[in-house]
């Protein structure tokens, strides 16, 4: 299984970015998809996740800004970033996780980089 991530760059606050990740390979049709940060210095913390049903979740931080949306023909997630803050500023990776057959499996992307200026 590969992602493939894109939609990052430069972007003044106040403005927005669309990513986006596409999944391909052998992956198995109930999955959990999602977008994860990490700042210089800091832990790689949860942005947003999508379940293959439409189920979402969101940091508390992003609430109201973000919206994670999925193309489950196309193995595809979105995430819609608007109302962007310089501590948004972060490199975005994708994951795609499942479970099957008692085993579980994760999956990122290589990251896309994030830039908020003031």
């Known amino acids: 299984v590969q992602l493939q991530a894109s939609g990052g760059g430069l972007v003044q606050a106040g403005g927005s970015l669309r990513l986006s990740c596409a999944a391909s390979?052998?992956?198995?049709?109930?999955?959990?998809m999602g977008w994860y940060r990490q700042a210089p210095g800091k832990q790689r913390e949860l942005v947003a996740s999508?379940?293959?049903?439409?189920?979402?979740n969101y940091a508390d931080s992003v609430k109201g800004r973000f919206t994670i949306s999925r193309d489950n023909a196309k193995n595809t997630v979105y995430l819609q970033m608007n109302s962007l803050k310089p501590e948004d500023t972060a490199v975005y990776y994708c994951?795609?996780?499942?479970?099957?057959?008692?085993?579980?499996?994760?999956?990122w992307g290589q990251g896309t980089l994030v830039t908020v200026s003031s």
């Open positions: 999508i379940t293959s049903g439409g189920g979402t």
């Open positions: 994951n795609l996780a499942y479970r099957r057959w008692n085993k579980d499996y994760n999956y």
């Open positions: 390979g052998s992956i198995f049709s109930t999955n959990v």
